[in-house]
Every structure is written in C-alpha cells, then in structure tokens.
C-alpha cells in the first residue's frame, strides 16, 4: 500500500467514526473511544508524512473513479503534502488526547463527538487533494463540520451570532476559492492539478488569482481584514476545538495559499509580493492589539493567532519577493522560517488553548479579572501555560525566538533586492514585525500576570484545583515540543528542507551538523544561533545567581506582605486588572487604531455612589466595513421582498427585460 493510499484510508476512517459515534451514543465509554480512535489515526498520518520527509522519497499519486464524470478524484502525498500532514497529525492526536479528560465535562458530549473525527478527517482530505473539485469539495466539508462544532453550544445567543458569522464568511471564502480555481483551470477546463501547473498565465491574471487566494484562503486562516468570524467562534467552541481551529486549520488554509500561489501559479511578477508582505505585517500589528485589549482569555489567544497568521503571511511575501529576482536562497530562508513559524504555532497555541481549556473548567470562566492565584491551585497547568505564553512571545531559547529569529535573517536579506520600492518597504514591515513581537510579549505578560499571579480574584479562582491527567499529559507534549524545537532547530529545519528544495527549487544547508546545535543560515560570520548554548547559559547564570544569594545573604527568614501602593487593603481590588494593565497602550495606540473610548462618571460632592470608568474597545474593521455592509444588504433585501408579489404579466415582463440586456452585454462582449 503507497503512502497517499494509506493516508486516504486513515481519512475515511476518520469521516466515519462521526457516524458511528452518534451510533454508540447510549454507551458510557463512546467518548473515550471516539478521542482515543481519533489520536492514534492522527498519529498515524504524523508518522507516515513525517517518514516521507525524513527519507525523501518520491512523490506519489492516485486518481479513484468518484467526482466528475470522467475526471475522477484526484489525490496526491508530496513533500508539501508530507509536512502538512505531520502539522494535522500532531496538532489532532494530542489534542484528542487532551480530550479524553475534557471531553467528561461536556454537558451534550455527543454534539461534539458526531463531528470531531470527521473534521479531522476531511481536514486531511483538503491536504490530499490533487484536483479543484475534491480539494473544494473537502474544504466545504470541513468549513461545515467546523461550523457544527462551533454551534456545540447553541442555545448562547453569542454562540449562534458567532455561527452565522462564520458561515458566511466560510461561505464567501469558498466562492473566491472557487473563481481561483476556474482561473487556474483556463477555458478548457483543466482541474486536476497536474495541468494547471503547466499553464502559461498573463501577469494579470496570475495577480487576480493571488487576489482571489488572499481572499479565500486569508478568510480562513484569519488575515485582516477577514478575520472577523475568528475571534466569535474560538471562544465560542469547545476549547479542544478551539484548539484545532486556531492550530491546524488555520495551517490547512495556509496550505491551500502555498499550494496554488507558490506550486499551480508559478513564479509571480515582483510587484505582486508587497501586498501580502504589508498584509501580514498589519494583520500581526493589528491582531496583537487586540489581544493586548481583551479581557476573555480565549478571545485574546484568538487575536493572538491573527497575530502569527500575520507574521507567517508576511514570510510567505518575502519569499514571493525573493523568488521574483531569482534569489533562490534567501527566498528558501523567507519559506523555511514561514513553515518554521507555521510548526511552532501549531504547537504553542494548541497548548495554550489546551490551557484555557483547563482554566475555564476549574473555575468556569474565561474572564482574566475573575481568575488570579491559579499558580497556587493549579501549579502544573500554570508552568505548563508559562512554556506556551514564553514560547509565544519569542523568547529564548523555546521555539518562537527560533522562527521569528530566522524570519528577521530573511528581512536583512532585502538590500539584496534590485527594487527600490521593496528595499524601502521590507525593512518597514520588518519594524512592524518587531513591534507586533514586542506586543505579544507584553500581552502575555498581561495575560500569566493576571491570570496565574497574584492573588485569587473570585471565589472560583480560590477553589479551583488541577484537571486530569489526560488534560496535563497533553498540555505537557506541547510543552516539550515546544522546548525540543527551541533548542533542537536544525533538526526541524532540516525536516522542512525538502519542502523548500520541491516548491522553489532550493533549500538552507544542512544544520544538524554544526557543533552545539547551531543553526547557520546563511553564513556563519552574518548569522548564527544556538539554543542549547542560550539555554545553558541561562541555566549556569540563574544557577550562579541563587548560588552566591544562598552563599553569602542571610539565611535569617524575613517574611512581608505584596507591595500595596500604600493601601494596606488585603482584597484583590487593589491589584492590577487587565484594563489597568493595558492603559497605557490604549491610550497610546487604541484611541487612534481601535477606536477606545473611556467615560468617567464621577459624583457630585456628597453624593455617596460610587465613581465608574467604562473602557470600550471595538473592532474598527467589524463597525467601518461589515456593520455598514450588514445593513445595505439587509436594505436590499428587504426592497427586493416585494418582488415575490409581482403578478404573472410582471414577472413575464421582467424576464423579457433581462433577456434583452443579457443579448445586448453579448453583443457588447463580442
């Protein structure tokens, strides 16, 4: 059995533990089984594309007698193909295992269990694909079961208003996949993959086509500004789900950009690459702003990843950008930094939302001004939360600095560039990637500050206590990869190397070779980082440090409350809320960007109530562009309503007018 076929069997049996699930309902151990059943298939699609890319073997191929008449479906495992699949496998099989423990806590358990293998499964189908109709078709599978998974909590009048948004713009995002691949396919009609590779398109037609994936694959990953339906329905779903969303499916979005921009479309006009370079960068800036706002922390993990869909477009840009001028290395740097960053946020955010998932069900809210102490009643899940939130904010030496890292040796690469256009604007997208990662290290900061420090805010928070240990096991694979990759890049890099040799034609040297696990990009004099060194040189000087402080202070124990302002108040209102923590920053940066607003209302003299701030934050791309929207097709509609009331000699009337004005825009076209 070839490996596309063994895959394409895991994926059937992925799409049909959904229905037997809903067959097994009434059994006690179903939800055990179908999580169980889910991991270990998601293990065994990680290990089959983690095998292709380890030996490198050669592409295959399949075409099975379904689809369109004489066309057939058909599928493909190549090296792009490969590492996708080890991203789904992954991100699925550990966090099915975390579902096992979270999965008892689901009041309707079936309403998530009917759909959750089959999600995974036609995820895999989407990686498969090798033809337009089977690649649209599993997309709008999995656009649907995700939709379903979102409205798990349906009867919430914010978890159906989050449903609606993303159904429609799934829906939008599927039309604009669907006019790309007509364009790609040309007159004669031409889905299979294959044949549209070798196509010669105009300039023009190839910058429409980018377009057109910016529109449909950016909708679903969460590109701004088409990542309003993201930050409703991730706080929305089930945090397990939640943490498929925003890890792997947004990666299988990212897939669909690369495979046609960077493999069907061929190489793009020079020109082309400044309008996804300047997405990402302000997406990045925008989505970390937000998160730096919000209070619910699983909505701030949410603008947290249209942070890093950002950072990861604005990569793929650069290595459009290279690959324009014939820069073949630095264009391979730009691609393998962007996968690099596609594998650490995979990992990191599922951890952390795993962790979210954690928090809520010990303390049944997501409020960060309701949590606090978790440290103390949760010690496990706040060091693991601790990983994610260092990893997630570029630090050394866990696996963010490292991609972030090679992205910016990619960015110092521009002067190489012959446009002056893109010699200016690089180095300014740069900055705003610098920015968005300063940004995100302060807004977690904020987030493990207010959540996990401190003292509890709330009842809830004073009694919560550790979940499973499915949840902690889970949660601790994350956090281990999260520590391997950050000191162990090469390896992963090495990995990646033959999907950059297969897409652009070249690939970074081989790094497992350097001494104390180095990674050399490009030259050793420009550029080079070594994690294992980073990290033990922080374990000897943090050592040295409590050595010579045991050594030589006083071993005379000197016990004193939390620094109070001077108000020896011992309630937790006087600590840092998440809206005193962000202060600075919106007044800085949202009045203008986001549109805060702050209202005192302070009493008269005498009068005894109390003083109230009321902070409002909005989405300033939801209120300019999709409210407006909203409400001219609504107008629309309702005017058109009238139309299903015309007598028969106007409706006979109107269908002669169009047939005239379709006649005369044929003349016209002709």
């Given at each position: 059995?070839?490996?596309?076929?063994?895959?394409?069997?895991?994926?059937?049996?992925?799409?049909?533990?959904?229905?037997?699930?809903?067959?097994?309902?009434?059994?006690?151990?179903?939800?055990?089984?179908?999580?169980?059943?889910?991991?270990?298939?998601?293990?065994?699609?990680?290990?089959?594309?983690?095998?292709?890319?380890?030996?490198?073997?050669?592409?295959?191929?399949?075409?099975?007698?379904?689809?369109?008449?004489?066309?057939?479906?058909?599928?493909?495992?190549?090296?792009?193909?490969?590492?996708?699949?080890?991203?789904?496998?992954?991100?699925?099989?550990?966090?099915?295992?975390?579902?096992?423990?979270?999965?008892?806590?689901?009041?309707?358990?079936?309403?998530?269990?009917?759909?959750?293998?089959?999600?995974?499964?036609?995820?895999?189908?989407?990686?498969?694909?090798?033809?337009?109709?089977?690649?649209?078709?599993?997309?709008?599978?999995?656009?649907?079961?995700?939709?379903?998974?979102?409205?798990?909590?349906?009867?919430?009048?914010?978890?159906?208003?989050?449903?609606?948004?993303?159904?429609?713009?799934?829906?939008?995002?599927?039309?604009?996949?669907?006019?790309?691949?007509?364009?790609?396919?040309?007159?004669?009609?031409?889905?299979?993959?294959?044949?549209?590779r070798g196509a010669v398109r105009s300039p023009t037609l190839a910058a429409v086509i980018l377009g057109l994936m910016l529109l449909g694959a950016g909708s679903k990953a969460g590109l701004v500004p088409l990542h309003v339906w993201l930050p409703l329905a991730h706080p929305a779903a089930p945090s397990h789900v939640s943490a498929l969303m925003s890890a792997v499916m947004t990666k299988v979005a990212i897939y669909g950009f690369i495979r046609v921009v960077f493999d069907l479309l061929g190489p793009s006009a020079w020109w082309a690459s400044p309008v996804v370079i300047l997405m990402g960068a302000l997406t990045a800036v925008f989505g970390i702003l937000l998160a730096?706002?919000?209070?619910?922390?699983?909505?701030?993990?949410?603008?947290?990843?249209?942070?890093?869909?950002?950072?990861?477009?604005?990569?793929?840009?650069?290595?459009?950008?290279?690959?324009?001028?014939?820069?073949?290395?630095?264009?391979?740097?730009?691609?393998?930094?962007?996968?690099?960053?596609?594998?650490?946020?995979?990992?990191?955010?599922?951890?952390?939302?795993?962790?979210?998932?954690?928090?809520?069900?010990?303390?049944?809210?997501?409020?960060?001004?309701?949590?606090?102490?978790?440290?103390?009643?949760?010690?496990?899940?706040?060091?693991?939360?601790?990983?994610?939130?260092?990893?997630?904010?570029?630090?050394?030496?866990?696996?963010?600095?490292?991609?972030?890292?090679?992205?910016?040796?990619?960015?110092?690469?521009?002067?190489?560039?012959?446009?002056?256009?893109?010699?200016?604007?690089?180095?300014?997208?740069?900055?705003?990637?610098?920015?968005?990662?300063?940004?995100?290290?302060?807004?977690f900061v904020r987030i493990y500050g207010i959540g996990f420090l401190g003292r509890a805010r709330s009842p809830a928070a004073q009694t919560a206590v550790d979940v499973d240990r499915f949840s902690l096991m889970a949660m601790g694979t994350m956090a281990v990869l999260c520590v391997l990759a950050g000191i162990l890049p090469g390896m992963v890099i090495d990995a990646i190397s033959p999907v950059a040799k297969a897409v652009l034609g070249g690939q970074l040297p081989l790094q497992t070779h350097e001494a104390w696990f180095m990674i050399v990009p490009i030259a050793e004099g420009r550029s080079s980082y070594s994690g294992m060194l980073v990290l033990l040189f922080i374990?000897?000087?943090?050592?040295?440090?409590?050595?010579?402080?045991?050594?030589?202070?006083?071993?005379?124990?000197?016990?004193?409350?939390?620094?109070?302002?001077?108000?020896?108040?011992?309630?937790?209102?006087?600590?840092?809320?998440?809206?005193?923590?962000?202060?600075?920053?919106?007044?800085?940066?949202?009045?203008?960007?986001?549109?805060?607003?702050?209202?005192?209302?302070?009493?008269?003299?005498?009068?005894?109530?109390?003083?109230?701030?009321?902070?409002?934050?909005?989405?300033?791309?939801?209120?300019?562009?999709?409210?407006?929207?909203?409400?001219?097709?609504?107008?629309?509609?309702?005017?058109?309503?009238?139309?299903?009331?015309?007598?028969?000699?106007?409706?006979?009337?109107?269908?002669?007018?169009?047939?005239?004005?379709?006649?005369?825009?044929?003349?016209?076209?002709?």
């Open positions: 059995m070839s490996a596309v076929e063994f895959e394409l069997l895991v994926a059937a049996v992925l799409l049909v533990l959904g229905p037997v699930a809903v067959f097994l309902r009434r059994m006690s151990w179903v939800s055990s089984f179908i999580y169980a059943s889910s991991g270990g298939l998601c293990a065994l699609i990680a290990s089959v594309g983690a095998a292709r890319l380890v030996a490198r073997t050669g592409d295959s191929g399949l075409t099975l007698p379904l689809g369109l008449p004489w066309i057939g479906s058909h599928f493909q495992f190549d090296a792009l193909t490969a590492f996708f699949l080890v991203i789904l496998g992954i991100g699925g099989a550990v966090v099915s295992l975390y579902g096992i423990g979270y999965g008892r806590h689901e009041h309707d358990p079936m309403r998530v269990l009917a759909f959750y293998p089959s999600f995974l499964g036609a995820m895999t189908l989407v990686l498969l694909a090798a033809d337009a109709f089977t690649f649209l078709l599993s997309w709008e599978v999995m656009s649907l079961l995700s939709w379903a998974l979102v409205l798990t909590h349906h009867q919430e009048t914010n978890t159906r208003t989050a449903g609606y948004v993303y159904l429609v713009m799934a829906g939008f995002g599927t039309m604009a996949l669907l006019l790309a691949f007509g364009l790609l396919a040309g007159s004669d009609g031409h889905y299979a993959f294959d044949t549209m730096m706002m919000e209070r619910d922390l699983k909505r701030a993990l949410a603008y947290s990843t249209i942070e890093n869909i950002g950072v990861i477009f604005a990569a793929l840009g650069l290595a459009m950008a290279f690959r324009a001028n014939g820069l073949t290395a630095a264009a391979a740097l730009a691609f393998t930094a962007a996968l690099f960053h596609v594998f650490n946020h995979m990992v990191f955010k599922s951890l952390l939302f795993m962790g979210a998932g954690s928090v809520l069900t010990a303390t049944g809210t997501r409020d960060l001004d309701q949590l606090g102490g978790l440290i103390h009643r949760m010690p496990i899940t706040s060091f693991l939360v601790l990983v994610g939130a260092v990893a997630i904010s570029a630090l050394p030496p866990l696996n963010g600095f490292a991609s972030e890292w090679l992205m910016f040796q990619a960015v110092l690469m521009s002067p190489a560039i012959p446009q002056d256009a893109l010699q200016l604007m690089i180095p300014a997208a740069g900055g705003l990637l610098a920015l968005a990662a300063a940004l995100a290290a302060a807004a374990a000897v000087s943090a050592s040295g440090a409590a050595w010579a402080v045991h050594r030589f202070a006083s071993h005379r124990l000197r016990r004193a409350p939390a620094w109070d302002c001077g108000f020896p108040d011992p309630t937790p209102a006087t600590q840092y809320s998440a809206g005193g923590f962000a202060q600075p920053l919106r007044r800085v940066l949202g009045t203008n960007i986001l549109g805060a607003r702050e209202v005192v209302v302070m009493p008269e003299p005498g009068d005894p109530s109390p003083a109230r701030l009321t902070v409002t934050v909005d989405d300033p791309i939801w209120h300019n562009i999709y409210s407006p929207m909203g409400a001219v097709v609504i107008y629309v509609a309702t005017k058109m309503n009238g139309l299903q009331f015309l007598t028969i000699r106007r409706y006979l009337s109107l269908v002669f007018l169009l047939l005239i004005a379709l006649l005369v825009g044929l003349m016209l076209w002709a």
